[in-house]
């Protein structure tokens, strides 16, 4: 089992729509979270931290149930530019701020 | 600088030759990362530094790579011999603490 699972996708939405991706972890002792966006193999971009009393930012909303150890992005309103691939990443335990990444998920917003 | 800032952006190789890469982190970051991503976007953690030391490299295939982060010079990361499999984007990133870290836009190499 992967420590970090994400549903690969594709997302096919129309623009507009409201879309939700989930992620799990298997490490309870994991400290922090982060959802990343990839477009076409460039690097990664922070899109932002979750914590477990929740984040918003603009359209995006992101989520930490550390019970159920499951990270979750709500995107409201989606644009053809939020097309791209969104990593859930957690950080190691070791205490050496190492990334341990999900295999991304993958969204096409519709015109 | 602002960014992290990796050369080159694009490297063939014929297998058995040797590939160096190198990223200038932000200045100012501590942290130093090495990120493998091969097809099917799985990322592999390679090796950190914290400055000039090796802070974790439990990544690392110690037979051909290597890599080190010296004063004032770009971080390189080196691999000898190189293989078919060693094909891959390899991302540098830079971070000050574990809020987040920031990405160099990644060397595509090929080995052929």
């Known amino acids: 089992r992967k420590e970090v699972e994400q549903d690969p996708g594709p997302f096919n939405v129309p623009e507009g729509a409201t879309v939700a991706f989930n992620c799990t972890y298997s490490?309870?002792?994991?400290?922090?979270f982060f959802w990343y966006r990839q477009d076409c193999r460039k690097e990664p971009k922070l899109l932002m931290s979750v914590y477990s009393s929740g984040n918003e930012d603009g359209r995006f909303t992101a989520q930490l149930n550390r019970a159920s150890q499951y990270i979750s992005l709500l995107i409201r309103d989606s644009k053809l530019s939020d097309s791209a691939t969104y990593l859930c990443v957690v950080t190691s335990t070791s205490g050496t701020y190492k990334y341990i990444f999900g295999t991304g998920t993958r969204l096409k917003v519709l015109a | 600088g602002e960014e992290v800032a990796q050369t080159p952006k694009h490297l063939v190789r014929g297998e058995g030759q040797k590939a160096k890469l190198y990223c200038a982190p932000i200045?100012?970051?501590?942290?130093v990362f090495w990120y493998q991503q091969v097809l099917k976007n799985e990322f592999k953690f390679l090796i950190s530094f914290q400055n000039e030391n090796v802070f974790d490299e439990t990544g690392m295939p110690k037979e051909r790579f290597s890599a080190k982060c010296l004063p004032n010079s770009p971080c390189s990361l080196e691999i000898q011999a190189t293989k078919l499999e060693d094909s891959a984007v390899y991302f540098c990133a830079s971070s000050q603490s574990a809020d987040g870290y920031t990405f160099g836009s990644g060397t595509r190499l090929t080995v052929v």
């Open positions: 200045k100012g970051h501590s942290y």
């Open positions: 490490n309870s002792a994991s400290q922090s």
